[in-house]
């Protein structure tokens, strides 16, 4: 099945810096990848995802970028503020088994320091 | 709010006990995805059910089972609990198996086995 690795495991920025968090796959039949940002004690929320036609995806200070040939795809927080601080997961997903469940990596905490 | 229910939000049993977990859908998704949240950890897969039918299984031990009701809501069933099934329990929702097709994560039930 997909293995999907995720780094760094923290992360720590000072307010109004950018913060990269980055994600490779196994599975090359991967084809959907979301990245969703969890607060603590609650449900993970969608930030942005990109799909494997696509290279590059932004969405005002947030974006994605994917290199299908390496595997990898990462996480882009520019200007970033106080409420950014979370955890933070990517994903990978396939249709071809007819089935879409996610594989996540292990997360990214990110504090954001005022 | 995501549109995806889940009842309880808290749930403290004892260990060999037998609890289930409920979900509703968004209005109009016809597939539901459980996820298990364990401490520090990240989102495990658990399974998936399509229209009623069961799509994708994940790491879900035999313990444990789900299923989807015709109105499309679904419950998992936790049985012979154990310490270490203690965690928060999502249920995510999309509208069909395409590939590409966004999860919406409900609020979860937070699990406590004494």
């Known amino acids: 099945g997909e293995n999907v690795e995720q780094h760094p495991s923290t992360l720590s920025v000072q307010e109004g810096d950018s913060a990269v968090i980055k994600c490779t796959y196994s599975d090359s039949a991967s084809n959907y990848f979301p990245w969703y940002k969890q607060e603590l004690g609650k449900r993970p929320q969608l930030i942005i995802d990109i799909r494997s036609n696509v290279g590059e995806k932004k969405d005002q200070r947030i974006a994605v970028t994917l290199n299908k040939t390496a595997k990898h795809f990462s996480l882009h927080i520019t200007e970033t503020q106080p409420e950014d601080s979370a955890v933070y997961f990517c994903?990978?997903?396939?249709?071809?088994?007819?089935?879409?469940?996610?594989?996540f990596g292990t997360g990214t905490r990110l504090t954001v320091i005022p | 709010d995501s549109g995806v229910t889940q009842t309880p939000k808290h749930l403290i049993t004892a260990t060999g006990q037998r609890v289930t977990l409920r979900c509703s859908p968004r209005s109009g998704d016809l597939s539901v995805y459980w996820y298990q949240q364990s401490l520090d950890q990240g989102l495990q897969f658990l399974i998936q059910?399509?229209?009623?039918?069961?799509?994708a299984k994940g790491n879900i031990l035999e313990r444990f089972s789900a299923q989807q009701f015709p109105d499309l809501h679904s419950e998992l069933n936790l049985s012979s609990l154990e310490l270490g099934d203690s965690a928060l329990y999502f249920c995510a929702s999309s509208v069909d198996l395409s590939g590409g097709e966004t999860q919406y994560f409900g609020p979860g039930t937070r699990l406590l086995v004494l």
């Open positions: 994903a990978a997903s396939t249709d071809q088994t007819g089935a879409n469940n996610l594989f």
């Open positions: 059910y399509y229209n009623g039918e069961e799509r």
